[in-house]
């Protein structure tokens, strides 16, 4: 039988963080019958942004590949969110879609990736069913200088009524 999605996370050495504090009037994620969809989430551990900064080649900009691992930090964290929405990280049974957002420094066009390391997190944590449709889109600039920003869509194993949100 193969491993569920929280014994794969435990063989990665991998512990799901507290679901980060909305630095805005949204939510971390939302349900709507048997899909969650995050907001999009940043590379933070422990409350920190890990880095700040744009991605490309220049000498302070921060390299494809530091970003590829900030990459796979906020989707841990868009995983913590997903979970909490869906009553736990076994009730998600397919990720659906990932967007990830590069802050790219002018010519920059390596965004795909970057946003790879989110993907392979994913497919790591989830096996075949963490397999997905994928944006990777270059933009000038995210919230508090982040250099990436990792979104996704899942599926659950059950449906609920449509989540209500009250204003915040």
Same mark, same amino acid.
């Given at each position: 039988?193969?491993?569920?999605?929280?014994?794969?996370?435990?063989?990665?050495?991998?512990?799901?963080?507290?679901?980060? &504090?909305?630095?805005?009037?949204?939510?971390?994620?939302?349900?709507?019958?048997?899909?969650?969809?995050?907001? #999009?989430?940043?590379?933070?551990?422990? #409350?920190?942004?890990?880095?700040? #900064?744009?991605?490309?080649?220049?000498?302070?900009?921060?390299?494809? *590949?530091?970003?590829?691992?900030?990459?796979?930090?906020?989707?841990?964290?868009?995983?913590?969110?997903?979970?909490? &929405?869906?009553?736990?990280?076994?009730?998600?049974? !397919?990720?659906?879609?990932?967007?990830?957002?590069? &802050?790219?420094? !002018?010519?920059?066009?390596?965004?795909?990736?970057?946003?790879?390391?989110?993907?392979?997190?994913?497919? *790591?944590?989830?096996?075949?069913?963490?397999?997905?449709?994928?944006?990777?889109?270059?933009?000038?600039?995210?919230?508090?200088?982040?250099?990436? *920003?990792?979104?996704?869509?899942?599926?659950?194993?059950?449906?609920? *009524?449509?989540? !209500?949100? &009250?204003?915040?």
């Amino acid at each position: 039988m193969d491993a569920s999605p929280s014994e794969r996370l435990a063989a990665l050495g991998i512990t799901l963080p507290t679901v980060a &504090a909305p630095v805005g009037a949204y939510l971390p994620s939302i349900r709507s019958g048997s899909q969650v969809w995050t907001s #999009g989430q940043l590379p933070f551990v422990d #409350g920190v942004l890990l880095r700040t #900064g744009h991605v490309g080649d220049g000498p302070d900009d921060v390299s494809a *590949e530091d970003a590829a691992v900030l990459a796979r930090v906020a989707c841990l964290n868009a995983i913590a969110a997903a979970a909490g &929405a869906a009553g736990g990280l076994d009730r998600i049974t !397919r990720v659906l879609k990932v967007v990830g957002y590069v &802050a790219s420094a !002018r010519g920059f066009t390596a965004q795909p990736s970057v946003v790879n390391g989110a993907s392979h997190l994913l497919a *790591e944590v989830f096996g075949d069913a963490g397999r997905h449709a994928r944006s990777a889109v270059g933009v000038a600039a995210l919230p508090l200088g982040s250099p990436v *920003e990792i979104e996704i869509v899942v599926e659950t194993d059950r449906v609920v *009524e449509t989540d !209500r949100v &009250a204003e915040v």
